[in-house]
């Protein structure tokens, strides 16, 4: 006897999946330090805003063409634990840090424009660490390893030319984290 292609029977004779449980919102203050967990830690996200982010993942080393040549220095595999030591960090200010580390801002000598004084007036020189030489690294190797777009050493930058020192800032102010997290978007 055929079995009857009704597949009402089939569906009635399984275990009933129960009902995913209505999924509640979170108040902000909640959602906004649950996102600023994950982005620190460098996974997806859903913004306060409702947007997902992707999870961080790190972009191809520069090319041959590169003068320093970093991909002679730095192998594939010093790359993933660099990716990783960054991103294990897990602490916005303290990531803020490692970029600092491994970052020279210097003034450049000669920096007029026509119209005067130009905004780009530093120097920046990227370094990675992987043993026990510091190798200087383009600034594609260095993002792209990281993982990160050019806001955050623009960020670091601005905090080391302004004070000297990278400083916590405003963690805990809800207003200021709400526009970190766009700013990093
Ligand atoms: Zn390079």
Known sequence: MPRSAEPREAEDSEPRKPEPAPKRKLPLRRRIDVAKRARDRGESYETPGGKWMPQREQRPPCTDGCRLKCSQRLSSKDRLEIFQTFWSIADHAAQWNFIARNMRVTPKEKCTTVRG?????????????????????????????????????????????????????????????RKKLVELV
Request: proline residues 2%.
């Open 117 to 177: 004084e130009s905004r780009r007036s530093f120097t920046r020189t990227y370094y990675f660490q992987p043993r026990t030489n510091r190798e200087q690294v383009c600034k594609t190797m260095f993002l792209n390893t990281l993982g990160i777009s050019n806001a955050w050493v623009a960020t670091v930058c601005k905090k080391l030319t302004l004070n000297g020192f990278v400083s916590d800032d405003g963690r805990g102010k809800i207003g200021h984290r």
